[in-house]
């Protein structure tokens, strides 16, 4: 019996670029969605954030990519067919969609709010969705998710600025809140200025934080502070910079996902002060004992954040006019994106502009 | 001119260190006039702390020969100056790993001296008059009325010394990092000085207790005397993946280079790894299983004054003591191969009020 395809599996026609092997080279695709059941919401996507997420994933540097591989998940666009049993959104409404499409909903951490830890998690892209089929993300023309894993995008956010909220955006500001980093005039140190870190400073500037920006690249000073309105700037391989600041921070967000040493990061917090790991480097970094005995510090990881934060986040941003730096590409520009993101070129998240460019690429 | 160790007028007697060989031997020394604010203690008995072994080889490096180690002191009071009110003669007491701070930071402040950037260690470091500290595997020791515990009178001296430094180690990160609610699961790994004291303990606080070990003979032991629930031996992986995800903390009390990843896996969600053993070398930190579970690692260095008297006052009111060997001052450089073993059930406690005579 013959496989269903991609293209077939599903009712309805869908259009998007996947990658087709670990080269990560992205390219046109034709697949399909599901029809919206009962508690499910389509929509017609109009932009996508880029995350570094979708380049590990794409050249398959975690292991455990198949292809084709449909990557994105900052996904925004407007609401076209709801299901019969959806209560909180209408056509025309305005959503998105991050990185879970499906949980459990009955385990520990469901219950408790947090999606993002559940064992039987389903991710937006390259992950197998309950009817068996492959789920495929955002840097495509439509969506179609449960009403559970959709947030109500504010109309005073600009949807294309916003959309990297839903990774990155979350990303940063469940650690800075559970850890208790979102309290005014606590001071937050930020490791790395590309997607995650600009936003952290950003969220932990309105909680009424100091933040000082820790990055290896000293040309980032202006924009941090002009542009960011982070408070400091420590260039991480200057010796003088970071024995000054030793010992000032309660708290630091490191976002960087390259190998790094952990003891300097470790000594410019207080005593009792933690260090949160966003980042996800693939090969263990080193924990040096002594820096964590001494001053009884410590260092947690955070991974994403449930659906009621997500939704708490994007009206936050909203309160305080909060959205991503962005550069808006079009369809064909995503495998020189791809490039340019490896070397950190962007400032600070690429954005595909889905509505006006993925069908024009399609021809 | 350099100071020599008979710089001060109290001549005192002990077993130091001189080399990186790490072997101990008979050394004279002395102690300073006791001031107003000191107190003199006659020392009964001292702990034998794998810190000490990591000193006499200056394994960390930081070692300033010669040392006298030991910071698990019990004896008694034989002077107060005029100042001392908390403490008279014959009074029995404890000295634990420091011996003085600056008092006037904000650890210090908070009563966490074991915090202070200027903190005086029992033994190997600098005191306030610039002379050398000598530790406890001697007769006599002078110290600030402040770093001075009142040993309760129901817990033996002997078995009660380890708790100045093994007990503090434990209970401090015990305390902070949440692990006294009943019915939680707390995991023990390494099952030696600390990791025993931190099983009483964990039993003590009402919680539900495993030993980690890579030493299966450990079980009954660990089971039957220590009161442990359950016994997970590291390297049957079938057993290690059962209790994958199923504890809520983890006291990490191994001192050797060790891998974490296999520790990690065991914690539930927002799950907790306290690691107070102190390995020379760094440690491979996996962040998968950090960032997937938002699980923590955190340190801890043993207490300030006012948690070891709580600590002290805990184990007196529920009858927490060490398990030890006792042994005399000579038999100190056998025990110290021994413990580089491992073959210690689980502290040795020099008797140091019978053993060790002035020559």
Redesign the interface.
């Known amino acids: 019996m013959e496989k269903n395809s991609p293209e077939t599996e599903h009712p309805v026609k869908a259009f998007g670029w996947a990658a087709r092997d670990t080269s990560g080279v992205l390219s046109p695709f034709i697949f399909s969605r599901r029809a919206a059941g009962d508690n499910d919401v389509m929509f017609r996507v109009l932009y996508c954030g880029i995350c570094h997420s979708d380049l590990h994933s794409i050249k398959n540097e975690w292991g455990f990519s198949t292809y084709p591989l449909v990557p994105g998940h900052e996904i925004v666009g407007v609401v076209t067919e709801v299901g019969s049993k959806v209560k909180k959104f209408k056509v025309g409404d305005r959503v998105g969609v991050g990185g879970l499409v499906g949980s459990c909903h009955s385990c520990?951490?469901c219950i408790n709010n947090?999606e993002s830890?559940c064992?039987t998690y389903v991710l937006t892209y390259g992950a197998t969705y309950y009817d068996g089929t492959t789920t495929y993300g955002g840097y495509s023309d439509i969506m179609v998710a449960s009403e559970h894993f959709v947030v109500r995008m504010p109309d005073n956010l600009p949807l294309d600025a916003a959309a990297p909220l839903l990774c990155a955006g979350i990303t940063v500001y469940s650690p800075l809140k559970?850890f208790g980093l979102d309290k005014p005039g606590v001071h937050v140190g930020v490791v790395g200025l590309g997607g995650l870190g600009h936003v952290a400073v950003k969220f932990a500037k309105a909680f009424g934080a100091k933040v000082t920006v820790i990055s290896t690249s000293p040309n980032k000073k202006d924009e941090a502070i002009q542009r960011l309105g982070a408070d400091s700037f420590l260039v991480s391989h200057d010796p003088d910079q970071m024995q000054a600041a030793m010992g000032t921070m309660d708290g630091i967000i490191d976002t960087v996902s390259a190998f790094h040493p952990?003891q300097p990061l470790l000594g410019l917090v207080k005593?009792n002060g933690k260090l949160i790991?966003?980042?996800?480097?693939d090969k263990?970094?080193?924990?040096?004992?002594?820096?964590?005995?001494?001053?009884?510090?410590?260092?947690?990881?955070?991974?994403g954040g449930g659906m009621k934060e997500m939704q708490e986040m994007i009206d936050f941003a909203a309160e305080h006019n909060i959205t991503a730096d962005i550069e808006v590409i079009p369809m064909d520009y995503v495998n020189t994106a791809m490039e340019r993101l490896v070397k950190a070129d962007v400032r600070y998240r690429f954005v595909i502009d889905i509505a006006n460019t993925l069908k024009a690429a399609k021809n | 001119m350099a100071k020599t160790p008979e710089e001060h007028p109290v001549k005192a007697f002990g077993w130091a260190a001189r080399d990186s060989s790490g072997v101990l031997s008979p050394f004279r020394f002395s102690r300073r006039e006791n001031g107003d604010d000191d107190v003199t203690v006659k020392i009964l008995y001292c702990g034998v702390c794998h810190s000490d072994l990591h000193a006499v080889k200056n394994e960390w490096g930081l070692t300033n020969y010669p040392i006298v180690p030991g910071h698990e002191i019990v004896g008694i009071v034989t002077k107060v100056g005029k100042q001392v009110q908390k403490f008279k003669v014959d009074d029995k007491v404890g000295v634990g790993v420091l011996v003085g701070s600056c008092k006037s930071c904000?650890?210090c402040q908070q009563d966490?001296e074991n915090?202070c950037p200027q903190m005086v260690f029992t033994y190997n470091s600098i005191d306030h008059d610039g002379t050398k500290t000598y530790g406890g595997y001697s007769d006599v020791i002078v110290i600030h009325q402040h770093f001075v515990l009142r040993f309760p009178d129901n817990l033996p001296s002997d078995a009660g010394a380890p708790l100045l430094c093994a007990g503090i180690t434990v209970y401090s990160?015990m305390k902070?990092y949440g692990m006294t609610e009943p019915g939680k699961h707390l995991g023990v790994a390494g099952l030696g000085g600390l990791g025993h004291v931190a099983v009483k303990f964990g039993k003590a606080f009402g919680l539900k207790v495993t030993v980690i070990s890579g030493s299966p003979s450990k079980e009954v032991e660990a089971i039957n005397r220590l009161g442990a629930d359950s016994f997970l031996v590291t390297s049957d992986p079938t057993k290690m993946k059962a209790a994958i995800?199923t504890m809520d903390f983890i006291i990490d009390t191994i001192s050797a280079v060790h891998p974490?990843?296999p520790l990690l896996s065991l914690l539930k969600?927002n799950g907790r790894l306290v690691?107070?053993?102190?390995?020379d070398k760094?440690?491979?930190?996996?962040?998968?299983?950090?960032?997937?579970?938002?699980?923590?690692?955190?340190?801890?260095?043993f207490g300030g004054i006012k948690e070891t008297q709580e600590m002290l006052d805990f184990c007196a009111k529920n009858n927490i003591t060490a398990d030890i060997e006792l042994i005399k001052i000579d038999e100190i450089n056998t025990a110290m191969e021994r413990l580089a073993k491992s073959d210690v059930r689980y502290r040795f406690v020099i008797d140091v009020g019978n053993s060790l005579s002035h020559p």
């Open positions: 520990d951490n947090l830890y064992p559970y952990l005593t790991m966003v980042g996800a480097p263990p970094l080193e924990l040096p004992v002594f820096s964590i005995i001494m001053g009884r510090k410590m260092i947690a990881g955070s991974g | 904000e650890s966490l915090y990160p902070y995800g974490l990843l969600l690691t107070v053993g102190l390995p760094p440690l491979e930190l996996p962040i998968f299983p950090l960032v997937l579970g938002r699980r923590l690692i955190g340190g801890s260095d």
